[in-house]
């Protein structure tokens, strides 16, 4: 699977973006999706999950309530809609996905496959 990551971008504190996540390979709908993210500094950061069927979704405590993660399987393409966005939501954010690990969806070596990465900047 291959995973291109897009839709970043220089905003201001409070502006929305979505970020969009291609895949292409094998069967979209066989994999968990999530996004984390990593500032300069520091160690990437889960921030949120859903299950393949988009039956569930999980959050970092940090976005709950301001980013919304959803997925297309027909377009095998996942989302993640960023609201109210803060200065401390700056990081390359990374799309991800697994095929069989079902623990903890904020352990990063869970996960089969990366994307590039795609840099949101929150200007204040």
């Known amino acids: 699977v291959q995973l291109q990551a897009s839709g970043g971008g220089l905003v201001q504190a409070g502006d929305s973006l979505r970020l969009s996540c291609a895949a292409s390979g094998r069967t979209f709908s066989s994999y968990a999706m999530s996004w984390f993210r990593q500032a300069p500094g520091k160690e990437r950061e889960f921030v949120a999950a859903i299950s393949r069927t988009a039956g569930s979704t999980y959050y970092a405590d940090s976005v709950k309530g301001r980013f919304t993660i959803s997925r297309d399987n027909a377009k095998n393409t996942v989302y993640l809609q960023m609201n109210s966005l803060k200065p401390e939501d700056t990081a390359v954010y990374y799309c991800?996905?697994?095929?069989?690990?079902?623990?903890?969806?904020?352990?990063?070596?869970?996960?089969?496959?990366w994307g590039q990465g795609t840099q949101v900047t929150v200007s204040s």
């Open positions: 991800a996905a697994r095929e069989n690990y079902s623990g903890s969806y904020y352990f990063s070596g869970g996960y089969d496959y």
